[in-house]
């Protein structure tokens, strides 16, 4: 089984912080976003994967390379705005020559789900999620049986509340090539991409048979307030050991991640709060927030917030006389 990860976008919607490191490298509780996806596919008992980067990707292949040295990995280069169906397509020689059943995997999504069962199972298999606003997703359409009848992407009038979740098993690579071979010959895209949801709807036409499995909890990282969400979600889920961290006159508020060589003194820090490495900080209260490695924050009060690497802040040092009666709201 190889496994395909798509993560060339530039993630417009956390920038600034996508300005300088790709979505995939943004640490959710204690790791990047990359990270969960490969060590739960590693796991399930993936050991090939098919990387296809583009802005900043050599940070994403320097990252996989160093910190998963035991599997076999390829990176190939997007250029953007062409769409996941037209990512996917150029791992075809990578799949094909082998006629390998594929996993496909965003690169920005994290979800509960058992890989190992997916995998096991002779079928296509696609996840799904019911939302509140199915717009910005594709969006599945199910018989009383659990198969996909009908897929659109990012319709204006959705066909059900059903979003596809990205995450996918394809036992017939060889006809999903195909239909994106077929697509991308003829130019026919969807909101000016080539989308993979074509791509599946072309093989439903041909009549390959797709099933759906029901996704529990899934977190699409794209945005700042899902990333603090999901930071929180698995911070109490890894239960992090935090009686290990001392630092001077600090409290910690569980649940917390906090990385190697950080200098921290006068803090309160939690609960929700994930730190890298090597930052300082100094006179802070900290709670459910993201920390990125190598910053400095002195005398700052921050809820919900999401700072990036090598970030510097210095908030106000106030020296106060105050006399008897009196009010004053710095808010």
Known sequence: MKAIIPVAGIGTRLRPHTHTQPKA?????????????????????V?????????LGDKIEEYIQKNYPSITA?????????????????????????NSEILIVFGDTIADVDLKKIIAEPYNLLG??????PRQFGVAEIDKDGNIVKMVEKPSIPVSNLALVGIYKIKDSHALFEALDSNISQKKTTHNEYTLTDA?????????????????????????????????????????????????????????????????SNCIIGPNVSIGD??????????ESIIGPFSQIEYAILEKSLIGNDATLCGNKQSLNIGDSTEINFG
């Open 278 to 287: 090597e930052a300082i900080l100094n006179y802070c209260i900290l709670k």
């Open 200 to 264: 599946l709807m072309s093989m439903i036409h041909s009549g390959y048979k797709f099933k759906s499995f029901d996704v529990a909890n899934w977190y699409d990282c794209g945005k700042k307030d899902i990333l603090l969400e999901t930071n929180s979600i698995l911070l109490k889920r890894l239960n992090y050991d935090t009686t290990k961290y001392k630092f001077e006159n600090t409290i910690i508020i569980p649940p917390v991640f906090i990385g190697n060589g950080c200098k921290i």
């Open 128 to 133: 799904i999620k019911k939302v509140e606003d």
């Open 47 to 55: 050991n090939e994967f098919v990387f296809i980067i583009g802005y």
């Open 25 to 45: 490298l943004i640490p959710i509780a204690g790791k990047p976003i990359i990270a969960h996806i490969v060590d739960s596919l590693i796991e399930a008992g």
């Open 74 to 98: 390829s990176f190939i280069i997007q250029t953007t705005g062409k769409g996941v169906g037209h990512a996917i397509w150029l791992a075809k020689e990578n799949i094909l020559q082998n």
